[in-house]
């Protein structure tokens, strides 16, 4: 028998990672588990970079790169220089210190480990204790689909090419042939009740891969324990990324309530709350109309007091569900 953490979290990168933080400071590490998006990953230079993944593990380990946002502290640039100078391509930032986690992990998984078992890995050696897991071992990456009739894979499209492109939808291929990871699984069979907090990631290419896997989101609704999702969009803007230009792009409203609406349609029955930001208490009641409980407070995480107080709203918004 398995016994599940009190809280599993849903993330992407950054955003989902700053509450990720303040969920792991608020809570044993026995009692948390965090699944991470996956479809973001992709083969570069010969190395298989995972960048939500290491984003978890940097930020958990106090090593992420406070000044960028991504990668490493301490950071220099030497490989991609002197790569740039034989003519390589230097559009995907790789920093020295991150070059090592990747090559680490290629020379794991060639060896015939899973991304679980790297995962592992890897956050031993940064003494993180929180569990993290890849959403899947398999492979699924997001493809976007540009408005021009152009296909481009996820980090042509959010890095080389900077968001530019107008999109008109977005798919993730493999992930109908994908299984979620096993120990993910575990997590869900287990016997005790668990809440699920869907941290303030890109609805569109952050979490959907993770609810799209297997039809996670109709498991969760199985579940007896609350799922609550934190609102990415503040004032009718993306804090990080571009889920409010996607939004707009789609012919959706880049508000906050959109994005409860979105969950609501796509994938119907799974939440039980909302988390909006004061900014954007005005749509509160329009949120409860759908048929969710909201929880208005402060949700921009500028430095870990933020992520450690939302992280504490949260659970107590999540403990109150539970309870009625």
């Not at 794991?108 to 790297?118: I, K, N, Q």
């Not at 009739?149 to 107008?166: I, K």
């Not at 891969?209 to 803007?237: F, H, K, N, Y």
């Amino acid at each position: 028998m398995v016994l599940k953490p009190q809280c599993i979290a849903l993330s992407g990168g950054v955003g989902g990672a700053k509450l990720a933080l303040g969920l792991s400071l608020e809570l044993a590490a026995d009692r948390l588990a965090v699944i991470v998006n996956t479809g973001d990953d992709f083969d570069h230079l010969g190395l298989r970079v995972c960048p939500d993944l290491d984003t978890l593990m940097y930020t958990l380990s106090g090593k992420s790169n406070q000044e960028l946002g991504w990668g490493q502290a301490g950071e220099t640039w030497s490989f991609l220089s002197a790569l740039a100078d034989l003519g390589g391509e230097d559009w995907f930032k790789l920093g020295d210190r991150d070059l090592a986690t990747h090559v680490f992990r290629t020379q794991l998984l060639d060896g015939g480990a899973t991304l679980t078992e790297v995962t592992q890995a890897l956050l031993t050696a940064l003494t993180v204790e929180t569990t993290v897991l890849p959403m899947t071992d398999d492979r699924v990456a997001t493809q976007i689909h540009c408005q021009s009739g152009e296909t481009l894979a996820f980090q042509h499209y959010f890095v080389r090419d900077q968001c530019a492109p107008p999109i008109s939808g977005v798919s993730f291929a493999g992930i109908d042939g994908a299984r979620r990871s096993s120990r993910f699984s575990a997590l869900l069979e287990g016997s005790e009740a668990s809440s699920v907090i869907i941290c303030p990631s890109n609805p569109f290419v952050s979490v959907a891969p993770i609810l799209d896997l297997q039809d996670t989101w109709r498991r969760l609704c199985e579940q007896s324990g609350p799922v609550v999702a934190v609102s990415p969009i503040v004032a009718g803007m993306a804090l990080k990324g571009p889920a409010a230009k996607m939004m707009r792009e789609l012919d959706m409203p880049s508000t906050a309530l959109a994005v409860a609406e979105f969950y609501q349609r796509v994938y119907p029955g799974l939440l039980n709350g909302f988390v909006i930001d004061h900014a954007d208490r005005a749509s509160a009641d329009a949120v409860r109309q759908l048929g969710l409980e909201v929880l208005v407070t402060a949700t921009v995480m500028k430095d870990v007091h933020d992520k450690q107080s939302l992280a504490r709203d949260v659970l107590g918004f999540v403990a109150d569900l539970t309870a009625s």
